[in-house]
Every structure is written in C-alpha cells, then in structure tokens.
C-alpha cells in the first residue's frame, strides 16, 4: 500500500526485493534469432526444451512464406477491428478451416487464448451463474472468472467427486464447468468424456481449452475432442495457435449459435484490433502441415520414450505425462532454480516452474518436448539431469 510520504518507485523496490529474496524474481533473456530446438542468447548457442513450439513450427521456412505472400497482398496491419472493417478473407478461411478441423460447425479466431478464455467466459457467465474450475486451470481462465463476476469454484485437481457435488448444490441460472484439457505444468490430460457425463447430468456447459492438446493429441492433432472422440453440443472448445501451431492467436469452436453470439458479445473480440490478416494466412499453412505430417507427433512419443529411459532409475521424478510437457519435480523453488541454472552452464534450457505458477513444495523443471528435437538432443538433456546433483 501506498503510505504518505512513501514514493512508489520506494514501495516497489521494497516488494521486488522480497520477491529476489523467496527466489521468486522474474527478468527476461532475448532471444538473438528464431525459437526452436536450438536458440541463441547473447552469442551463446543452447539446446532449448523451453518453448510450446512442439511440432516445430514456429520458424518453419513454408510459414515464413506464407508470411511473405500474405504481406504483399493484405498488408502488414488489420487496421480496424473485425466488426469495423478489420475482418479479412484470410481471417474466413482461416475460421472455416480450423471448424472443419476440430469438428464443430463454427469457429471464431481471437488475438491471444488468454483473450478468448476471457471472451467467452465473460459473455457466457454473469452474476446469476456459477463456474466450476479445476484448481490447476491456466491463469487465464481465473482470470475470466474473476472477471465475468459469477460465482466461482475451484475444485481439487481432476476430483470428479468434489465436482460432481458441487454441480449438485448449485441452483445458478447457468453453470459453466472449465478445465484445461492438458495441464499445462504438469502435462497429464482431463478425463473430459467423464467431466462431460457430469455436465450432462447437472445440465451444465463445458469450456474446454485445449492450448496444449490442438496439434498433439487426437487424428492428425485435431486436438482434444478428436483425442477421447467427444462431440457434445454442451462442449465449448478453445484452441490456441501460438503453440503446437507455432504462430500467434486462438479460436472458440462451437455450435452456430454460440459463434454468433460471441461475435455480438465477447468484448475481447470486438473492442480490439483484428490480427494481422498475414498470420492467418500463416495459420492455413500451418494446419496443413499439422493435419499431414503425422510424423512429428510419433517424434514427440518417441522422445518422450527416450526421456524416460535417458534418467533410468531418476525418472520417478517426472510427473506421469504422455504429452510434449515433461515435468521433473525438485521440490523446493531453490532446487528447481539451482538445476535450471546449472543446466543453461551446460548450454541446455529448460525453465524452472515455481510457485505461484505451480503448488508451493512442488517447483519444477518444464521440460518441454518438440518434433525438431533429436533423439540425441534428449539424450544429452537426461544424461545432464542425471549428472546434476540438485
Ligand atoms: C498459453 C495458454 C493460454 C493462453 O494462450 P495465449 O494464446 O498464449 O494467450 C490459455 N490456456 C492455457 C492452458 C495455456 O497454456
């Protein structure tokens, strides 16, 4: 709090060094070139495991192409918002394709996920509802819940009981279920065909956000929905494209009427700047290298295989997850610092997870697995972590 005669920049300072203090300080390295397998900070080359590019997109030379061409017919900027003229062809196509893809009748491209997690909740729930969150659901999503001023739950990780009675309780006009379908810092993957029977039987919605799953999971990385073969007219699904897609933005796929209605009242659809026409006409390209190179998701399996096997009898220290997140829990947030330090001196990356991003006594390394990895590439990482003592 701001005291009489205290300046902020005081107060401030005050704050950030408790946060160096708990070893919770966050600073930032710039990248010198493209993200990937191998980065390059300040002139130093190292072996990332540090980015959601898991299929290896990001800097993909047929994306950067498309890119190119896009620039030269739309331009660099949308200009205006998607209601107001900013809306383009690309930003259609690119809709009509990714609905097509996951299997729902619409869908609707938002800037960022943590836009569209905040859209739709926002327009959905009000204060005669009630959400229902799983407790290790992204940020964005408490945010969003936060936000649209309903009543709000969270209940115990993938605890269907404690859910199920909550939902029980619950006389709210509407009631929203959210949860990430794959965690993001733990990596393991929500039961959503069991979260959907208990939607069903309190009459209640399913907001999926399926950041991590879109591109891994399910036929030819459908994501999610494709994963368990779920098609639910209860089922609100969010996939984002700054990961596995390897670009920038997200999409809400739904019904028609749901499109719709988020198009009329989503207010981080409307009161914002369309895209950048050119990365949509990126994403069209980069779903179609999803859609046909199976080959990458059978590379992220492998290595998740050869981690496994790289840490031997250190490998009981790895969260159980069958995804491109690889979580090796240390514990203390001193250790995890301590690990992830030493492993950048030898020129691999991997981020330490802390609280509050993660549950106090459980900070981590975030291992994070892409199809440009080399099987020797997680063969160093393992036979790195196994030197290490923590
Ligand atoms: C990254 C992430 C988001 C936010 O998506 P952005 O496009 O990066 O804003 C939302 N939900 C989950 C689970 C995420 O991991």
């Given at each position: 709090m701001l005291k009489p005669g205290q300046p902020l920049d005081k107060v401030l300072a005050d704050e950030l060094a408790q946060l160096r203090e708990a070893g919770l300080y966050r600073s930032r390295v710039a990248l010198d070139g493209s993200q990937g397998a191998r980065v390059s900070i300040a002139g130093r080359a190292y072996l990332s495991f540090?980015?959601?590019d898991y299929l290896g997109l990001a800097a993909d030379p047929r994306l950067v192409e498309a890119v190119r061409a896009a620039a030269l017919h739309y331009?660099?900027?949308?200009?205006?918002?998607h209601l107001l003229h900013g809306h383009s062809a690309a930003h259609d196509a690119l809709e009509r394709a990714l609905a097509e893809f996951v299997g729902c009748p619409r869908a609707l491209v938002f800037s960022t996920g943590y836009m569209a997690n905040l859209g739709v909740v926002t327009a959905l729930c009000g204060r005669d509802d009630e959400i229902f969150a799983d407790k290790l659901n992204h940020a964005s999503l408490n945010d969003a819940m936060v936000l649209s001023r309903a009543r709000f739950r969270r209940y115990p990780h993938l605890d269907l009981d404690a859910l199920d009675h909550a939902l029980g309780r619950s006389t709210a006009r509407r009631k929203l279920v959210a949860t990430d379908a794959v965690f993001s810092m733990d990596g393991n993957v929500a039961p959503l065909p069991d979260i959907l029977q208990l939607c069903e039987k309190h009459d209640a919605y399913l907001l999926i956000d399926d950041a991590h799953g879109f591109g891994v999971l399910g036929l030819h990385g459908a994501g999610a929905l494709s994963h368990f073969g779920l098609r639910s007219e209860r089922v609100l699904y969010m996939g984002t494209l700054g990961k596995a897609a390897g670009v920038y933005g997200a999409f809400v796929a739904g019904d028609e009427a749901l499109i719709d209605y988020l198009v009329n009242r989503a207010r981080t659809y409307i009161y914002t700047t369309a895209t950048p026409p050119m990365l949509a006409a990126a994403l069209l390209e980069s779903l179609s290298i999803i859609r046909s190179e199976d080959w990458r998701r059978e590379r992220l399996r492998e290595l998740v295989r050869t981690l496994m096997a790289g840490l031997g009898?250190?490998?009981?220290?790895?969260?159980?997850?069958?995804?491109?997140i690889q979580p090796f829990v240390l514990g203390t947030t001193a250790r995890a610092v301590n690990v992830s330090e030493r492993l950048a001196e030898a020129g691999v990356l991997v981020p330490a997870v802390r609280p509050p991003t993660v549950p106090r006594g459980s900070a981590r390394l975030r291992i994070s697995l892409s199809a440009a990895h080399e099987t020797a590439d997680v063969q160093r990482l393992a036979r790195a972590l196994c030197e290490i003592q923590p």
């Open positions: 540090a980015s959601n331009g660099v900027g949308a200009g205006a918002s009898s250190k490998s009981t220290m790895m969260l159980p997850s069958q995804t491109a």
